[in-house]
């Protein structure tokens, strides 16, 4: 048990973490999205709890990704590490107001057709923002090998495991 926890390094809990909010916040924009076509509350309610949820996400993949990336600003990758983290920054941020956009029309019961139309559009912006710091993240991995170990099995003696 305790190899296992040792095993999980900061790169491996970003890369862990970070698909969980991809997922909960583009199904949540999809909800919101049903939420007009289909004038069902579930769809708007399941968008309020997923977008909640995917914020938290982000936080949590945006602290983890901070600490996978010590030690990466220097070097071949240094500009697409901080293109990356940049717009790192710009989602979480972007996530978190619009999480508080719509904590505060929930909380205050606001109804105004302009309001739920500025939600979804800072939602949409939240998806946008997301699908390009993926894109620029899986870069980092798949372009420039950032966070890859490169660890071979010893195939001179079958049957040996050195990590034992």
């Given at each position: 048990?305790l190899?296992?926890?040792?095993?999980?390094?900061?790169?491996?809990?970003?890369?862990?973490?970070?698909?969980?909010?991809?997922?909960?916040?583009?199904?949540?924009?999809l909800?919101e999205?049903?939420?007009?076509?289909?004038?069902?509350?579930?769809?708007?309610?399941?968008?309020?709890?997923?977008?909640?949820?995917?914020t938290?996400?982000?936080i949590?993949?945006y602290?983890a990704?901070?600490?996978?990336?010590?030690?990466?600003?220097?070097g071949?990758?240094?500009?697409?590490?901080?293109?990356?983290?940049?717009a790192?920054t710009i989602?979480?941020?972007?996530?978190?107001?619009?999480?508080?956009?719509?904590?505060?029309?929930?909380?205050f019961?606001?109804?105004?057709?302009?309001?739920?139309?500025?939600?979804?559009?800072?939602?949409?912006?939240?998806?946008?923002?997301?699908?390009?710091?993926?894109?620029?993240?899986?870069?980092?991995?798949?372009?420039?090998?950032?966070?890859?170990?490169?660890?071979?099995?010893?195939?001179?003696?079958?049957?040996?495991?050195?990590?034992?």
């Amino acid at each position: 048990m305790l190899k296992i926890i040792i095993m999980i390094s900061a790169t491996h809990l970003h890369a862990m973490a970070v698909h969980f909010p991809i997922a909960l916040l583009i199904t949540g924009f999809l909800s919101e999205l049903a939420s007009f076509i289909f004038k069902r509350s579930f769809f708007r309610q399941a968008a309020f709890y997923l977008l909640l949820l995917g914020t938290l996400g982000t936080i949590v993949s945006y602290l983890a990704g901070n600490a996978a990336g010590k030690g990466m600003e220097e070097g071949a990758m240094a500009k697409a590490m901080e293109l990356h983290e940049q717009a790192a920054t710009i989602t979480v941020w972007l996530t978190g107001f619009t999480a508080a956009v719509y904590v505060a029309v929930a909380f205050f019961k606001f109804q105004k057709n302009w309001a739920r139309l500025a939600g979804v559009i800072l939602f949409a912006a939240v998806i946008a923002a997301i699908a390009r710091t993926g894109y620029l993240g899986g870069q980092l991995v798949y372009k420039h090998g950032a966070g890859v170990e490169l660890a071979l099995p010893d195939f001179s003696n079958p049957g040996i495991d050195k990590d034992e």
